[in-house]
């Protein structure tokens, strides 16, 4: 059973970067396509970035295109969502999920998710 974890998320300013981090501590997830997703209250789920197997080919979403980088050490187990330049529309609650297919991450059903994380930015 994968169990994904993710780093503290936190407040940060208009214009700055965060870094969030996903892991399992008992399973590898180098047989996984990975994603990050985030959700506002009142709206649905959102699928924001994602990443193969190999860490070659990455997609996401206009909205963070230039802005937030997605990425996996498969030395550490870990992927990581790199966020600069960040606006306030960016708060959200941001989730980790994975898959062993690359379809069900970029189209928002991914078998397993991360228990969630805040990020606030402020203006």
């Known amino acids: 059973q994968v169990q994904l974890a993710e780093s503290r998320g936190g407040l940060v300013l208009a214009g700055g970067s965060l870094r969030l981090s996903c892991a399992d501590s008992g399973r590898a997830l180098s047989g996984y396509v990975m994603g990050w997703f985030r959700q506002v209250p009142g709206k649905e789920r959102e699928f924001v970035v994602a990443?193969?197997?190999?860490?070659?080919?990455?997609y996401g979403v206009d909205s963070v295109k230039g802005r937030f980088t997605i990425s996996r050490d498969s030395a550490k187990n870990t992927v990581y969502l790199q966020m600069n330049s960040l606006k306030p529309e960016d708060t959200a609650v941001y989730y980790c999920?994975?898959?062993?297919?690359?379809?069900?991450?970029?189209?928002?059903?991914?078998?397993?998710w991360g228990q969630g994380t805040q990020v606030t930015v402020s203006s």
């Open positions: 999920a994975a898959d062993v297919m690359w379809r069900p991450v970029v189209t928002g059903i991914p078998n397993y």
């Open positions: 990443i193969d197997w190999s860490g070659g080919i990455t």
